[in-house]
C-alpha cells in the first residue's frame, strides 16, 4: 500500500535554532499534503495544508512566519521550525493523498521535536 | 470551528470484553474514519465510512456512520493485548480532517 516516509523520527535541538521536518510518498504522487500536531495526551490538531507549488494555507492561530512550509515536489513536503522554542515541542504528523486515485489519506510515522 | 466529540476519554477493560466509543459533532462530515495510533507513530486507518447510515466491518471491529452524518460509532468485539492504543475519530470535509479527542484504550490480560 501507499507509504508516507517522515524523516527524522525524533531531534532535539536548541532554542532558538530551526528544524526541519521532511514527508515523502514514496509510491504515489501528493499534490496536496496536510501538517499535524499533537501534544502528548491530546489529538491531532491541523497546522496547515501543503499545496505543491503554492503557497501553503494555515489553519488559525498558526503563524506562517514561525512555520515554514515548502511543497516543491510532487511527493515531497517539508515543515520548517524557525526559532524553535521550548514551547513548539510536540509531535509533528504529515499526511498525504494520491493525486490520482483521490484515495485515503495516509500518515507518516511522525516527527518527535524536543526544544531545550 | 468544528468540534468532534469523542467518548469516553480512557478505557480499562478486560481481555475478551468488547468495546465501544463513539463520536458525535455539531457539523456534518462527508466521511468519517477511525483511527488507531501506537506510542510515537502517526495514526493508522482502521475504517472509513462514506455513507450515512453505513455498517462497516473490519475484522473485529465494527463502526457505523450516523444517519445524521453528525456522529459515528466503533465496536471492538472480543478484545486482545494488541488492541491497546489510542482510537481517533475524524470527520473529513474538503480533503481536511478534524479529529476527535481520541480514547485511550488499556486491555488487562
Known amino acids: 500500500g501507499a507509504v508516507v516516509s517522515q524523516h527524522p523520527s525524533w531531534v532535539i535541538c536548541k532554542s532558538g535554532t530551526s528544524v526541519k521536518i521532511e514527508c515523502r510518498s514514496l509510491?504515489?504522487?501528493?499534490?496536496?499534503m496536510f501538517w499535524y500536531r499533537q501534544f502528548p495526551k491530546q489529538s491531532l490538531m491541523l497546522m496547515a495544508t501543503?499545496?505543491?507549488?503554492?503557497?501553503?494555507?494555515?489553519e488559525q492561530g498558526v503563524e506562517k512566519d514561525k512555520f515554514l512550509i515548502n511543497h516543491a515536489s510532487l511527493t515531497l513536503s517539508t515543515l520548517t521550525v524557525t526559532s524553535a522554542h521550548p514551547e513548539d515541542s510536540s509531535f509533528y504528523i504529515c499526511?498525504?493523498?494520491?493525486?490520482?486515485?483521490?484515495?485515503?489519506?495516509?500518515f507518516g510515522s511522525g516527527t518527535q521535536l524536543s526544544v531545550l | 470551528g468544528q468540534q468532534l466529540n469523542q467518548s469516553p476519554q480512557s478505557m480499562f477493560i478486560q481481555e475478551g470484553e468488547d468495546v465501544s466509543m463513539n463520536c458525535t459533532s455539531s457539523?456534518?462530515?462527508?466521511?468519517w474514519l477511525w483511527y488507531k495510533q501506537d506510542p510515537g507513530e502517526g495514526p493508522v486507518l482502521l475504517i472509513a465510512?462514506?455513507?450515512?447510515?453505513e455498517l462497516t466491518s473490519n475484522g473485529r471491529l465494527t463502526a457505523q456512520f450516523g444517519i445524521t452524518r453528525k456522529d459515528s460509532f466503533l465496536n471492538i468485539s472480543a478484545s486482545i493485548p494488541s488492541d491497546v492504543g489510542i482510537y481517533f475519530c475524524?470527520?473529513?470535509?474538503?480533503?481536511?480532517?478534524?479529529f476527535g479527542q481520541g480514547t485511550e484504550l488499556s486491555v488487562k490480560p
Open positions: 509510491d504515489f504522487q501528493a499534490t496536496t
Open positions: 465510512l462514506y455513507k450515512a447510515g
Open positions: 499526511s498525504a493523498r494520491n493525486s490520482s486515485t483521490n484515495e485515503k489519506l495516509f
Open positions: 501543503s499545496n505543491e507549488g503554492s503557497k501553503a494555507t494555515y
Open positions: 457539523s456534518i462530515f462527508n466521511t
Open positions: 475524524a470527520g473529513q470535509k474538503g480533503g481536511k480532517l478534524i
